[in-house]
């Protein structure tokens, strides 16, 4: 037993007794540098391709990244701004956390997948079991990261400005350099919730800092779009708008800085390097199956699920009557926070196509049925499992048909409470609207379960003038649901409401659905 | 229900080559009601390629496979329920638990499943220990007997069973072939692929033997 005033953790190595990393750093470089030589030239490849990537990722930046910026922009320049100073500073206060809230969410979810401070099994086992200190290891990554996300931050900040400020040549050169340096300065803080992440002591703090930047948002956002409630929110800006100002930027440096110092210095310590290690080999390894057709690789990139609700039991009265569908409900009641989220995405996603119906923007129609879409995901395990399973149905008596549509039974329920909650008290119109998009995605569900490997076709070359293509055609194979629900989410939009609609619409859905099926009964 | 010369299963003469390389050797073979057929051979010598053309999931080069009287890519459309497969892992749910899945399985056959209960069946397995696991959470041999168990425990007339005795123990061996003699007992017909020299042995005594070519030189 120990004694002693502090307890010293499991695994701790004392920085006295570490070895100095920086006279190794070379010799260990120049042994990574011949093992990919010596790799490369085993799998036949050129040792020289990094180079070769390398260039092209440059070229592409150079060719696309002008363009995205222009489309930032004009996306920016279509978001209408209040008249008041408090409605901008609300509006600038909203977009700018819930964009940092929502990129820490990605942040968390990388975490899960190896990243963003990543690392190798080969890596933890050699150069990070103790006797280097693991921030000297991590060092040029970790500012590579820390560069990078400021990049970013300023590349998308300084589009947002332009297009607010009523394009390029409008905006002052001030207002575009200080949104750029404030922008790279608060990049840093979703990028050191992806790392504080990986590190098991402060995962709770990147929950809680991700969920406050979140809520900050959607405080920010109410109050941009109730006026009256801004000055409850905000002093008045006469009294100490300057002061104000100051603090503010005052508090973004503060928080850039100490963000990339927690990045740079604190956190590659804390670092759980074996399960990095492992979420980065999942993901290699989900990344080569991609490549290779296999839609299911990505399924276990963030990790084995968890399942909790073991006390949960299959309804007996429904297991009589539907032992599918009362399968379907015990899953979904072990993956209780996934199935809140799903519903409120899914209610979320009805309104936003009720507002498209009563005459919102057609990206509003495209970006609910999207939501919708997304939750179907978790309503519809139940499906995608059957569809993973060596032979679909082996256990279960009648054709591929009856599972499935036993299978769809609690997606369809769920997407109906969804939509209810979503469209409650609309127009007719909007319920209409509603009820088509929940059988679009249902059916597109349906269809993608139905093959979960890409035909070989697809891998035939497609040479254009731009190169091969055919890497392209397979990513639109995976985001096959998705293209095909926005495409006809805009499509409804743009036809209006009406009977020709409907029907044509429930007519893909129900094609969508037999094409799914069909392929469960020839797997 | 018996019929009288009925036969389940009906291979002739079938042979599978891929590129140029014959796996599987010309074969016949028949089974009826309540028989049992153990393939044996070496690797590479064709048995889980026969089980695979039996099951209808692969088309035979030459010959003919004909199962429950219709070609047997019809037979696993039509006649599905009749046919229990395990071939290269169990079809399993994996937010249900073991048990959970046994319970599915009596609810969704409902009339049609002869028994036993649940609790029985997982006792017959020895599986008990482990009823409340996932199927993640076994470890490979119980996830094997769970497979071997699950599978049996669905009702059907033909059964194929790819070496079930892989990943499992002596005392596990001795379980699943156990299983196997009560299904047997229950009037299936089995066709399993097997390296168990035990397994081989309670099948032919039961039914017949088929052993497969050594593999020619690649």
Redesign the interface.
Known sequence: MVTGAMEIPAGHVDDGARVPYPRWRRWVRSLRRRALVVRAAESGGDPHDRVYLGYGVVLLALVYGPILWSALAQAAAAVPLPDAPEGRAAVLVAGSALALGVVGLAGLAAARAGGPLWTSPAEASFALSGQFRPRDVLRRRALLLVLGAAAVGAFAATAGAAGLAGGPVAAEPGILLGAGAGAALLAQVPLAVGAAAQAPGRRRAAVGVTLLLLALGLVAALGAATPAALPALAPAPSTGARAGVLVGVALVVAVGLASAWLMVRVLPDELDVDAAAAGQARTVTAGRGLVGGDSGATADVLG??T?RG?RA??PQLL??SA??A??DL??LR??PAAAVAALGTGAVGALFVRWGADGGPAVVTVAGSLALYAAARTWS??LY??AA???????????ATRAVAGHALVPAILALVAAAAGSAGAAADGIVAALLVVALVLGARVWVAGATAAPPGLFTPMMTPNGDMSMLVLGAWYLRGWLVVAATAWLLQRAGPGAATAVLLLALAAGLAVAGVRRF?RA | MRVAGELLVDVRAATRTHGTVQVLAPTSLTLGPGEAAAVVGPNGSGKSTLLRLVAGKDEPTSGDVRVLGLPAAQARQRRREDVALLLGGLSAYPDLTVSEHLRLVASAWAGRHPGPDVETALAAAELDRVRDQLPGELSSGEGQMFALATTLYRPARLVLLDEPEQRLDARWRAVARRLVGVALDAGRALLVATHDPDLRADLARRGREIELAAPGPR
């Not at chain 1, 399973?389 to 054709?399: D, F, I, K, M, V």
């Open positions: 084995p699920r399942f073991r039991r299959l297991l009589r032992p599918l009362a399968r015990l899953g072990r993956r395990d139940g499992a059957f399973q060596p032979q679909p149905g082996a256990l279960l008596p009648g054709s009964a």
